[in-house]
């Protein structure tokens, strides 16, 4: 079948509309084109009113972007953070510092050593096979 005899279906696909989006951190405004909708309305430089829809974040004021460090705390977390990071702080000056574990790699074991020694001491003692003494 040809690509110009097939048609799209009617009435499944969102409206596409320009729409302004309003960067709540910078203030940064940009049309575009969307499928999202808004009750809010705003005007833009060529005199049309649009759509708003407001954004926490976006390229002007995400760090990525930005290049900057810039904290955006919408829901509190940062400040949750804080408040754990000073208590774990507060905790671990009153305790006292632990002693230096051993790993196990670096402890001895003296039955290993015994059979390391054991085995050395059978292969010193023992005849040579033929083909070694053949050699």
Same mark, same amino acid.
């Given at each position: 079948?040809?690509? +110009? ?5 009617k009435?499944i696909?969102?409206?596409?509309n ?5 960067d709540? +951190? ?6 575009t084109? /969307? ?16 759509p ?15 290049g900057e460090?810039?904290?955006?705390d +919408?829901?509190g ?5 804080k ?8 905790? *671990?000056?009153?305790? #006292?510092?632990k #002693?230096?574990?051993? #790993? #196990?790699?670096?402890?001895?074991d003296?039955? *290993?050593?015994?059979t390391?020694? *054991?085995? /050395? ?9 033929e083909?070694? *003494?053949?050699?």
């Amino acid at each position: 079948m040809p690509l +110009t005899q097939i048609v799209m279906k009617k009435d499944i696909h969102p409206d596409y509309n320009q729409i302004i989006f309003e960067d709540l +951190t910078s203030g940064f405004r940009f049309l575009t084109r /969307s499928t999202l909708t808004s009750d809010q309305t705003g005007k833009w430089d060529d005199g049309n009113e649009y759509p708003v829809i407001k954004v926490e974040i976006s390229s002007s004021s995400h760090p990525f972007y930005t290049g900057e460090q810039m904290l955006v705390d +919408t829901a509190g977390r940062v400040d949750r953070f804080k408040a754990r990071l000073e208590k774990s702080q507060m905790i *671990a000056k009153d305790k #006292k510092p632990k #002693k230096a574990k051993v #790993k #196990k790699s670096d402890e001895v074991d003296p039955v *290993a050593e015994k059979t390391k020694a *054991a085995a /050395s001491d059978k292969e010193a003692t023992e005849p040579a096979t033929e083909k070694e *003494a053949s050699k």
